[in-house]
């Protein structure tokens, strides 16, 4: 590793929290311990390592919990989380949430992404509905868009199965990593369908309304190497080596990673001028690889917006 790889590496240790740092390496080395170089996942080994918690539908620290079956069979499933709160505080916003992992690894379930929910819907508050899609590379590109946006017909459909005090008026996309990669796409599945005349919504959803998408981190990519790639190339978890794994098992055969799943915002992007896309923040990581690839969704997401 040259000088300035670590003296970037030194500024990650410095500025991160060691129980991140700790998660971070846990993580990393998960994900190469189940990585097999044929392109597939020992599952058998993932799950013994993953750890898994069990809805509660007593209240836990003010928040409840409940999973829901859409699909046995494809094993498409969410967790409902729910702040316990007087009915006096009104209608809840509904987050469709959707987790990272490479589009590879983890699920609602497991302890890191049940905690993260459990604070979200305390914070916000709101009603989470934490989506568990089929994993690559079992199930590749886009089987993962298509549960998405499954789900959000599903609650359209089902109103019941959410707390009688859940708006589906105020339903925002929320994701990290792959799942913000996922909500991005699935917004624009939405959107395309929404397309009849300006200003008026017609998703093919009758009550949910996606007013806004949160993007943290997103996983976007490409066949360029960025200044930030080279510059924290072995960095944990979203190290080049592994990322490039992921999106080899992802993504169509045949395909590089120009392809529009991956660079979004590059040769094979959407036109998102004329659809019914949401406001969307974006978050940029200081020691994210991806961090320029972040930022082009970013500037892309500005200039469609003023096309």
């Known amino acids: 590793m040259d000088k300035s790889k670590e003296q970037e590496m030194a500024k990650f240790k410095k500025f991160l929290p060691w129980r991140t740092r700790i998660s971070i390496s846990f993580l990393s080395s998960l994900s190469d311990a189940v990585r097999r170089s044929n392109g597939t996942v020992n599952r058998r080994l993932?799950?013994?390592?993953?750890?898994?918690?069990?809805?509660?539908?007593?209240?836990?620290?003010?928040?409840?919990?409940?999973?829901?079956?859409v699909n046995a069979h494809s094993k498409l499933w969410f967790r409902v989380f729910a702040p316990t709160v007087p009915a006096a505080a009104g209608n809840l916003p509904v987050i469709v949430f959707f987790h990272g992992g490479g589009f590879a690894f983890l699920s609602p379930d497991s302890l890191p992404y049940d905690a993260v929910c459990r604070r979200l819907c305390l914070r916000v508050p709101a009603v989470i509905v934490s989506v568990n899609y089929r994993l690559t590379p079992e199930h590749r590109f886009p089987s993962q868009y298509d549960d998405g946006e499954h789900i959000l017909h599903f609650l359209d459909e089902?109103?019941?199965?959410?707390?009688?005090?859940?708006?589906?008026?105020?339903?925002?996309?929320?994701?990290?990593?792959?799942?913000?990669?996922?909500?991005?796409?699935?917004?624009?599945?939405?959107?395309?369908?929404?397309?009849?005349?300006?200003?008026?919504?017609?998703?093919?959803?009758?009550?949910?309304?996606?007013?806004?998408?949160?993007?943290?981190?997103?996983?976007?990519?490409?066949?360029?190497?960025?200044?930030?790639?080279?510059?924290?190339?072995?960095?944990?978890?979203?190290?080049?080596?592994?990322?490039?794994?992921?999106?080899?098992?992802?993504?169509?055969?045949?395909?590089?990673?120009?392809?529009?799943?991956?660079?979004?915002?590059?040769?094979?992007s959407e036109d998102l001028s004329g659809l019914d896309y949401p406001d969307t923040l974006v978050f940029v990581g200081g020691f994210d690889p991806l961090q320029d690839w972040q930022r082009r969704y970013y500037e892309w997401l500005k200039r469609s917006a003023y096309d």
């Open 46 to 69: 993932m799950n013994f390592l993953d750890v898994k918690t069990q809805a509660n539908a007593t209240p836990f620290n003010g928040v409840t919990t409940k999973d829901v079956i």
């Open 158 to 268: 089902n109103r019941m199965v959410l707390p009688e005090n859940s708006d589906l008026s105020k339903c925002f996309l929320v994701g990290d990593s792959a799942g913000a990669n996922l909500a991005h796409n699935v917004a624009v599945r939405v959107g395309k369908v929404g397309i009849r005349e300006p200003g008026v919504r017609n998703s093919g959803l009758r009550r949910i309304r996606v007013i806004g998408l949160v993007s943290i981190q997103p996983w976007f990519g490409g066949e360029e190497r960025t200044a930030a790639e080279l510059r924290f190339d072995g960095a944990p978890l979203v190290s080049m080596e592994r990322t490039d794994w992921l999106w080899k098992v992802f993504l169509p055969d045949g395909s590089d990673r120009d392809h529009g799943a991956s660079n979004v915002s590059g040769p094979n």
